[in-house]
């Protein structure tokens, strides 16, 4: 089995910084599409951001040029860097990566989420 347990969220400022993790483990042989979501209130959860293997980016373009998603393999991690953080970038956001099992078996997993709010 695979967990996936995000960290990292809080209450931060208009024009604010945060930073949110998430790390996997379990039973993995490797990491391949690691991708942030995030769900606001009253909202349908959308996808912020995904990173490849190969270490390709994309982002929705409500944060193109604000976030920034990287992973660590050594430690089984992907980040989030959150800048310029508005009002409306309040959600929970929920990391969900496509695993190579260490059986050879593919899955994909999600993890509960951390909640971002963005108040003064």
């Known amino acids: 089995q695979v967990q996936l347990v995000e960290s990292g969220g809080g209450l931060v400022q208009p024009g604010g910084s945060l930073r949110i993790s998430c790390a996997a483990s379990g039973s993995i042989y490797s990491l391949n599409v690691m991708r942030w979501y995030r769900q606001g209130p009253g909202k349908q959860r959308e996808l912020v951001a995904n990173l490849t293997s190969g270490g390709s980016t994309a982002y929705a373009d409500s944060v193109k040029g604000r976030f920034t998603i990287s992973r660590d393999n050594a430690k089984n991690m992907v980040y989030l860097q959150m800048n310029s953080l508005k009002p409306e970038d309040t959600a929970v956001y929920y990391c969900?990566?496509?695993?190579?099992?260490?059986?050879?078996?593919?899955?994909?997993?999600w993890g509960r989420g951390t909640q971002v709010t963005v108040s003064s």
């Open positions: 969900n990566v496509d695993v190579t099992r260490a059986n050879g078996w593919p899955g994909t997993y």
